[in-house]
């Protein structure tokens, strides 16, 4: 996957987790990585990783301490960003669960937010690769409705970007929806739950996901092999989900 060299990749929300996985793996393939996360010892640690093993004369990557929920914040972070090749809208998860509207603006809102900022010098450059993290449950009932909600709205943007007239000339759209995953406080919070065993019970292929078993899709999406996978909902969860 040669052609992804000195390319840009933008990974919102990237020090941990899926996004730390998906920065790893880009960055493997001589990309120039650009994230943020709200954690500094994260920030410290993603950064460091970078620095000391996939850094090169022409490349230099950017790992930023930002909340990005604050809205200014976003437009700071834009203006200082001139081009990206590759985003990955990573950011996402329940917030607080209760409050739909964060919820909606974290998942499905940032992902428009930053698709819309970038796309142009995207079709400007004949060549760009936006992908999204959504979930599972975008298309299957879950427990808080408002997560399936807004997993949904993220997935139905995509569809829609996917059949966008800068398709033609060089920029893809597709979605990965994984299932559970091992990674973050939700997963160290619950894997010895009763519920947990119970998902992992149900799951064929016997095992919760791995954040490296996302970031390799989103490697493989973003290559030259992959070119003509646009509008894509692709499914990494070891046959978790139930629906067609």
């Keep these: 996957m040669s052609n992804l060299k000195n390319k840009t990749a933008l990974v919102t929300g990237g020090t941990k987790g899926i996004g730390r996985a998906v920065c790893i793996a880009l960055a493997k393939e001589g990309c120039r990585i650009i994230t943020f996360g709200r954690d500094k010892n994260e920030v410290r640690t993603l950064h460091d990783e970078l620095d000391i093993n996939y850094k090169k004369p022409d490349i230099c990557h950017q790992v930023r301490t930002l909340n990005i929920m604050y809205r200014d914040n ?9 081009h990206i090749d590759i985003l990955v809208n990573n950011v996402g998860g329940g917030g607080s669960w209760t409050n739909y509207m964060e919820v909606m603006e974290k ?11 970038y796309l142009e010098r995207m079709c400007a450059k004949k060549w760009g690769r936006v992908i999204a993290i959504a979930s599972i449950y975008g298309k299957e009932a879950f427990k808080n409705k408002y997560f399936t909600a807004a997993k949904s709205a993220q997935i139905a943007y995509m569809k829609s970007m996917s059949r966008k007239r ?3 000339k060089g920029v893809t759209f597709n979605t990965i929806l994984p299932g559970h995953i091992s990674c973050g406080y939700s997963y160290e919070k619950n894997k010895d739950t009763d519920e947990f065993k119970d998902i992992i019970k149900n799951t064929p292929m016997g095992r919760i996901g791995k954040p490296e078993d996302v970031a390799n899709v989103v490697r493989f999406l973003c290559s030259d092999e992959a070119s003509y996978i646009n509008g894509a909902n692709i499914v990494v969860d070891g046959g978790e989900s139930v629906s067609i």
């Design 74 to 82: 976003r437009w700071v972070f834009r203006d200082s960003i001139e």
């Design 107 to 117: 998942n499905y809102g940032l992902s428009v937010f930053f698709t819309e900022q």
């Design 166 to 168: 800068c398709v033609s």
